[in-house]
C-alpha cells in the first residue's frame, strides 16, 4: 500500500501574497515524511494543497497518473478517497461519541451495513489505542485521545496517503512522544505515504524517513533525514538545532544587519549535534519505507556528527543494523525478535489514558 505523490513546480498565493513558490518534492510511497517550517510559512496551506481544497497558482501534483489540480470535480472526489487527513485540531464533533465520529466517514462515504461499519470502527479504534473509550464524548477524553480519534478516524477509509497536521499541537512532551510511536506504528502496519507537519524538533529529528523545511517562500531542501540532520545549510541547521543563531529571526527573516551583528559578534551555528537512532515501530519489526541507519550518510560520502545513531544503552546502529535484520527474520512473527534489548530506544507501547 502507499503511493508516490510527485509535486513538481507548486505555486500559492492569495491575492498579492505569495504563500511559496516552485516547490517540488517527491513523497516516496509508504514513507513517513515530514514538513517543517517557521510558523506562517504555508505547511497548512501546503497540506491543503496536497489534498485538494485548495488550488494553487501553477504546477502540478502527481498521485500515480492523475494531476490532482486538473482534475475534474467528480475525479477530485473519487481522488480524494485515497487521503486520510488529521487536520490540527483533530477536527471532532462535539455532539457525537468518539465511535460516531470515527464512522462518520463510512457512513457519508459508503453503503456499509452498521455490522461492517462496526468491525472497521472497532479495527481502527483498536490500531489507535482506544478501545474502551468508544462512549466517550471528545469534551470527555484528553488532548491526545483526541488526536489519536482523529487518526483513527482518518483511517476508516483505508487511506494510501496520509496528511498530518501538527500532531503535537497542544500535547506535552510525555504525550507527543506516545503519539509519535502511534504514527510510527501505524506507518508499520498499513504502509501508506505519510505527511506530518511538525514544530516539534524531536519528532521531525527521530520520526521520519524524510524531512522537508519551508523557509522566504521556498522549500529550502527536502530529503533524507540523515541528509537534512547532517546539512551544513544555515536555514536547515538552525531550525533543526532549534537555535536562535542564524538566518531565521522571530519575524521570519534576519535583516543583513543583524546577521553582520551575529557574525561580528564571534556567534558561529555550533557543531551538529548526533543523528540520533529512528524511533521504531513498537513490535520491533522494520517498516517497508524504513532506511537502514547510516545508509545514506555512507551512500553519499559524509561522516554524520560524531555519537550518531548510538542509543542510550551505548548500542551503534550502524553496526548493530544487520544482525537486527536477521533476527528479525529468524523470528518471523516473533514481535521483537530475537535480538537481546529490542526494539531500540525510545519505543513504548501505546498508553491507554493519554
Ligand atoms: N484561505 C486563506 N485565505 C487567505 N490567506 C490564507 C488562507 N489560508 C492561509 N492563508 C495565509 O497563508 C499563510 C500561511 O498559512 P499556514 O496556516 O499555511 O501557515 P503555517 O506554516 O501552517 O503556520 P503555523 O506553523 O503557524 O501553523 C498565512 O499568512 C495565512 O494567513
Known sequence: MGVEIRVEGLTKSFGRQTIWQDVS???PAGEISVLLGPSGT????????????????????????????????AQLYETRKLFGVLFQDGALFGSMNIYDNVAFPL???????????????????????????EKKLPGEISGGMKKRAGLARALVLNPEILLVDE???????????????????????????????????????????????????????????????SSEEPVVRQFLNARKIGPIGMSEEKDVSELEAEAKQGHDPGKLPPIPPQLMPSDGRIRAG???????????????????FID???????????????????????????????????????????
Not at 457512513?107 to 474502551?132: A, D, P, Y
Not at 525478535?337 to 491507554?352: D, L, R, T, V
Request: hydrophobic share 35%; net charge negative.
Open 25 to 27: 518534492l517527491t513523497l
Open 42 to 73: 504555508g505547511k497548512s496551506v501546503f497540506l491543503k494543497s496536497l489534498v485538494g481544497l485548495l488550488k494553487p497558482d501553477r504546477g502540478h501534483i502527481w498521485v500515480g497518473d492523475r494531476d490532482l489540480p486538473r482534475l475534474p470535480e
Open 107 to 133: 457512513r457519508e462515504h459508503t453503503k456499509k451495513t452498521e455490522s461492517e461499519i462496526r468491525n472497521i470502527v472497532m479495527e481502527k479504534l483498536e490500531l489507535v489505542g482506544l478501545i474502551g473509550a
Open 167 to 229: 500532531p503535537d499541537s497542544g500535547l506535552d512532551p510525555v504525550r507527543t512522544s506516545y503519539l509519535n510511536q502511534t504514527i510510527v506504528d501505524l506507518n508499520a502496519e498499513i504502509g501508506a505515504t505519510f505527511l506530518i507537519v511538525t514544530h516539534d524538533i524531536n519528532t521531525a529529528r527521530t520520526v521520519p524517513d524524510n524531512i522537508g523545511l519551508l523557509f522566504r517562500r521556498e522549500l529550502v531542501m527536502f530529503g533524507p533525514r540523515e541528509m537534512l540532520l
Open 290 to 308: 524504513q532506511h537502514p541507519p547510516g545508509a545514506w550518510c555512507a551512500a553519499h560520502g559524509v561522516t554524520p556528527p560524531p555519537g550518531s
Open 312 to 354: 542510550d544503552l551505548g548500542r551503534n546502529w550502524v553496526e548493530e543494523w544487520p544482525r537486527y535484520v536477521a533476527s528479525m527474520s529468524t523470528a518471523a512473527g516473533a514481535p521483537g525478535g530475537q535480538f537481546p534489548g529490542n526494539p531500540p530506544p525510545g519505543q513504548q507501547g501505546a498508553g491507554a489514558g493519554y
